[in-house]
């Protein structure tokens, strides 16, 4: 079975800096989809970024990037330029690109509690 | 599309009481997926719909718990005989079927207290 885990529960950013946040996996599968989630509080949890584990190249949104190791099964998330509403939770999750029992699936880490300093 | 809309929003039942929530997807998205979360937990896999058939359930969904998509638009998700142990957020997301790639569009959830 697939874990996600993040080690950080919590963090703080001053607004206008930078943050990145760690989420490490563990699978043997190959290929498989990595996702970073954002849920501000009381308010519904919202996709911020994805990744494919057999592109190379780390996936950017706008002020969102990711650091894809896939040997290292490692999927850490940047947050540039960080601003007030960008406080939230922030849970990676797993999925497997293979069809059949459990592939539809999002493992999720416990999250990480971002808070941004004004 | 208003997105994937869950109801109630809150509910607060006593202990052995049954309860029943809805989630209504978006309306194009075949699939459903129930997710539980607890205070300081990431969201656990419960179940998974394509169109009205349920595919997955996963072992969290003890007895007690049934879930149905009847012709495959809205979904309830039942507890019968309510533990404390229930209380948690209860989400529904949905997807298309290529929409997959995209992740899930999850709703607002449920969130249920057991006194």
């Known amino acids: 079975a697939q874990t996600v885990t993040q080690s950080q529960p919590e963090m703080s950013v001053q607004e206008a800096e930078t943050v990145t946040l760690s989420c490490t996996y563990d699978t043997s599968e190959s290929d498989y989809y990595l996702f970073w989630y954002k849920q501000p509080p009381s308010r519904q949890m919202i996709l911020v970024i994805r990744?494919?584990?057999?592109?190379?190249q780390n996936a950017t949104e706008n002020r969102f990037s990711v650091n894809f190791q896939k040997a290292a099964k490692s999927f850490s998330l940047k947050i540039s330029d960080s601003q007030l509403g960008d406080a939230a939770m922030y849970f990676c999750?797993?999925?497997?690109?293979?069809?059949?029992?459990?592939?539809?699936?999002?493992?999720f880490g416990k999250g990480t509690k971002l808070s941004v300093i004004p | 599309d208003t997105g994937v809309s869950q109801d109630p929003r809150h509910k607060i039942t006593k202990r052995g009481q049954n309860v029943t929530f809805r989630c209504d997807p978006i309306?194009?998205?075949?699939?459903l997926y129930w997710y539980r979360q607890t205070l300081g937990q990431g969201p656990e896999f419960l179940t998974y719909?394509?169109?009205?058939?349920?595919?997955?359930k996963s072992r969290l969904l003890s007895d007690r718990f049934s879930a149905e998509r009847p012709k495959g638009s809205f979904s309830t998700l039942e507890i019968q005989r309510t533990e404390q142990g229930d209380s948690a957020m209860y989400l529904c997301?949905?997807?298309?079927?290529?929409?997959?790639?995209?992740?899930?569009?999850f709703g607002s959830g449920t969130r249920l207290t057991v006194v």
């Open positions: 719909f394509q169109n009205e058939a349920q595919l997955e």
């Open positions: 999750a797993y999925r497997s690109r293979n069809s059949g029992a459990g592939s539809y699936q999002l493992t």
């Open positions: 309306s194009e998205h075949n699939r």
């Open positions: 990744q494919e584990a057999y592109k190379q």
């Open positions: 997301a949905s997807s298309s079927l290529t929409g997959i790639l995209y992740g899930y569009t």
